[in-house]
């Protein structure tokens, strides 16, 4: 019985799975498009997709997964023992537990994220490592999603300089072809409806970014609805709502050292130089100038001489006004806006 008992064990060892070891590997990036007061500049340089959800997939089942790094590097180790028909591909996707976790969607709340994929390698053996190379999402097949989701990356950055790591509330970004053609925010569910032609809009969805923080973050008697910057006689709440939203990000793009991080842009969606819709400069308010509170244009130019500086990256590197003593205040404007304001909620 001993001899039988000992000769199941082996025979058992040697049926045991030894795990073969591959390792993934390469570059994702996305085409970016540069702007400025007059639309798009056609400047289209490649921008790394950063921090963003990579896996190898086999069908529909995921084998193995890591992360891009901030110049969208990855490199990570599978274990598997098959041969198997993969391919690898990075979603528009954050997930974190220090900073505001994204999800760029299709569809809608719930919809596929988008992602960007290689070729399928067919009959991929469980010890042959796999390197991509350098893949870019492109205007028209992602690279507008990707765009979207470096920029509230780019927003996330600017909230945790000021507010610090740890838990923040997934925020949705919703973009598609069949968007209506105005962005808006959803607080019910910290969403973004991105509008269908602006996906190479930073400071629009930005601006959407804004609202977000001020509903997680701070409070907010705005009856919301519809407001237009040349209206100097807004809902004075509805005014500041929305006035804050562009202050914070075009701060964003400040924080970031950005080129024309004054400036608001707001374009067709076109490709090539131009395809302006609208612009304006919150330094200096045009082409919408209002006088008093009940402007949004009033309230983003005073709050943003709060952080502005003559290092600011705007239109007038290296001067100021006179009148404005103000910079770098930004650790202020935030205690005042998580203590003071209506709702708000004390960190």
Not at 90 to 113: E, F, K, Y
Not at 129 to 143: C, E, N, Q, S
Not at 172 to 188: E, G, K, Q, R, T
Request: net charge negative; hydrophobic share 40%.
């Amino acid at each position: 019985m001993k001899r039988v008992f000992m000769a199941g064990l082996l025979l058992a060892g040697t049926c045991a799975p030894a795990l073969a070891d591959y390792t993934v590997s390469g570059r994702f990036v996305y085409v970016d498009r540069e702007f400025d007061a007059n639309g798009f500049t056609g400047v289209e340089p490649q921008k790394p997709i950063r921090f963003a959800a990579v896996e190898v997939v086999e069908g529909t089942k995921i084998v193995g997964s890591g992360v891009t790094d901030a110049t969208g590097n990855f490199v990570f180790g599978v274990q598997d023992t098959r041969t198997r028909d993969i391919y690898v591909r990075v979603l528009a996707r954050r997930q974190t537990s220090t900073a505001v976790p994204v999800d760029v969607r299709s569809g809608n709340q719930s919809g596929d994220i988008w992602s960007v994929r290689t070729q399928t390698f067919i009959n991929h053996g469980p010890n042959q490592d796999v390197f991509i190379g350098t893949l870019a999402a492109v205007p028209g097949a992602g690279g507008e999603a990707f765009n979207l989701y470096d920029s509230t990356v780019l927003g996330s950055n600017y909230l945790v300089s000021m507010r610090g790591s740890g838990a923040y509330p997934l925020l949705i970004v919703v973009f598609n072809a069949a968007n209506p053609n105005l962005s808006s925010f959803n607080p019910a569910n910290n969403s973004i409806t991105q509008a269908r032609n602006a996906g190479y809009d930073d400071t629009v969805v930005l601006h959407e970014m804004g609202h977000y923080v001020v509903y997680n973050f701070s409070g907010t008697d705005s009856p919301t609805g519809e407001h237009r910057l040349s209206d100097c006689n807004q809902n004075l709440m509805l005014a500041f709502d929305e006035g804050h939203a562009t202050f914070f990000g075009l701060s964003a793009r400040r924080f970031a050292s950005l080129p024309h991080a004054a400036t608001y842009v707001r374009t067709t969606g076109l490709a090539g130089p131009g395809n302006l819709q609208f612009s304006f400069d919150a330094e200096t308010q045009l082409p919408f100038v209002c006088r008093g509170a009940t402007s949004e244009t009033t309230v983003y130019a005073a709050l943003w001489d709060i952080g502005d500086g003559p290092a600011t990256t705007d239109e007038t590197v290296g001067t100021e006004e006179s009148w404005d003593l103000l910079q770098g205040l930004d650790a202020e404007y935030w205690r005042v806006m998580t203590t003071y304001l209506p709702g708000a909620a004390n960190i």
